[in-house]
């Protein structure tokens, strides 16, 4: 009886190991050149997923009975994947086996469960291994998990280096995710066995396009990057040699746009800029009798600020024309917390060295009222 046990458990021979190997490879490359080509819609519904889990045999609550049970639900019941009683081959070739099964009912996620733990039998069969990992892939090009079947490709030619299937699908990931000159390897060394195949001439003419302009878009990106920085370090050293005061700034060393970008919504674009040596600032002109305000995006410091208000008197609201330029008063809240009245026809470069002032949100601020106002002795004596 031990005698028929040990002829029951011999292990297979090359021969058979690599009859079998092939034997499933077909069924499943038959499979998948049957396939139609079309856009995969069959995943799991995310409103039957836990229907879908419990017809795998890792967790199903019962057996299912009257329908039809993958080669793992069998197995498990024969104990076909009991470690002890099993080679990691055997179990590495039985769990393709149900991975193969899944994949021909298009249930991708299952057979790569299926694949996932027949790579964890950790058999040392290349040719096994090799072709769990295209399976996988296989499973994750149809999910367009591109990044991960590029990965599962790449893993099963360091297998088998041969493997044709493995490196065009490895080719056609990383063309998916744009990553062309991984590609392009690929692609040579298939065009180098199979230089008449039109799939891998097309696909290595069109990974060469795509490289090209991705390669100038690139050039352009650095380049406008350089000319970002050497604006950005243009502005801060203009700032410094100005001697403008930055609101939680600690001194020169700590200033940067990150600091100086306006808090308004929609203006964070308006951001101080230089053009010809010229700071140009985003500027606020703030109404408190109307609860109005005037956003100027680029206002030069060479210019009075005189002139900016020039530009939005009248204004629409001001219904009883007591706005004018010749008639209001505009000051700046100081980082002494108080009201500082200024001379509007003076530069605004000039305003923002003054004595008090203090650049908050990268953004000069002024508030402006009529002469002599009720509202503006309200705003004088909310400071004392």
Same mark, same amino acid.
């Given at each position: ?82 470690? +002890? ?10 769990? %393709? ?21 027949? @790579? ?55 063309? +998916? ?32 396009? =795509? ?8 050039? %352009?990106?650095? =380049? ?5 920085? +050497? ?14 005061? @930055? ?7 700590? @200033? ?89 026809? %003076? ?7 003054? %004595? ?29």
């Amino acid at each position: 009886m031990s005698e028929a046990k040990e002829d029951a458990k011999k292990p297979m021979t090359e021969e058979e190991r690599l009859q079998l190997c092939e034997k499933l490879d077909k069924e499943l490359d038959d499979f998948i050149n049957s396939l139609e080509r079309k856009r995969y819609t069959e995943g799991w519904p995310e409103d039957r997923w836990e229907e879908e889990m419990d017809k795998h045999p890792f967790f199903m609550k019962s057996v299912p009975e009257g329908d039809e049970m993958s080669p793992l639900a069998e197995g498990l019941a024969k104990l076909k994947y009991d470690p +002890e009683e099993n080679t990691p081959l055997e179990l590495a070739t039985s769990y %393709k086996e149900d991975g193969n099964f899944n994949f021909k009912h298009k249930n991708y996620r299952l057979a790569i469960l299926g694949y996932t733990e027949g @790579i964890k039998a950790k058999c040392d069969d290349a040719e096994m291994n090799a072709s769990l990992y295209n399976n996988r892939a296989a499973c994750n090009w149809f999910l367009k998990n591109y990044r991960t079947a590029l990965f599962d490709s790449e893993r099963a030619l360091s297998f088998n280096p041969k493997h044709i299937k493995a490196r065009l699908r490895a080719a056609k990931s990383a063309f +998916e995710i744009a990553k062309y000159d991984t590609c392009i390897a690929h692609c040579q060394i298939l065009y180098e066995e199979q230089p008449d195949n039109k799939e891998v001439v097309d696909l290595l003419n069109m990974a060469r396009k =795509r490289q090209k302009i991705q390669l100038r878009d690139q050039r %352009k990106k650095d =380049r406008d990057d350089k000319n970002k920085n +050497e604006q950005r370090e243009g502005v801060i050293k203009a700032i410094v040699q100005r001697g403008i005061k @930055i609101s939680k700034c600690d001194g020169k060393l700590d @200033i940067d746009l990150g600091k100086l970008e306006p808090t308004l919504p929609g203006a964070q674009d308006a951001i101080v800029h230089i053009e010809d040596g010229i700071l140009k600032w985003p500027v606020l002109f703030l109404y408190p009798e109307y609860q109005m305000t005037d956003f100027i995006r680029a206002c030069p410091e060479n210019v009075p600020l005189l002139y900016q208000l020039e530009q939005v008197f009248p204004a629409p609201w001001d219904k009883n024309d007591k706005y004018s330029c010749n008639s209001i008063n505009v000051y700046f809240e100081g980082h002494d917390k108080m009201p500082h009245i200024i001379d509007p026809s %003076k530069n605004l470069g000039e305003l923002l060295v003054a %004595k008090y002032f203090e650049l908050k949100a990268g953004t000069p601020s002024f508030f402006v009222f009529p002469r002599g106002s009720t509202v503006e002795a309200r705003f004088l004596e909310s400071y004392l």
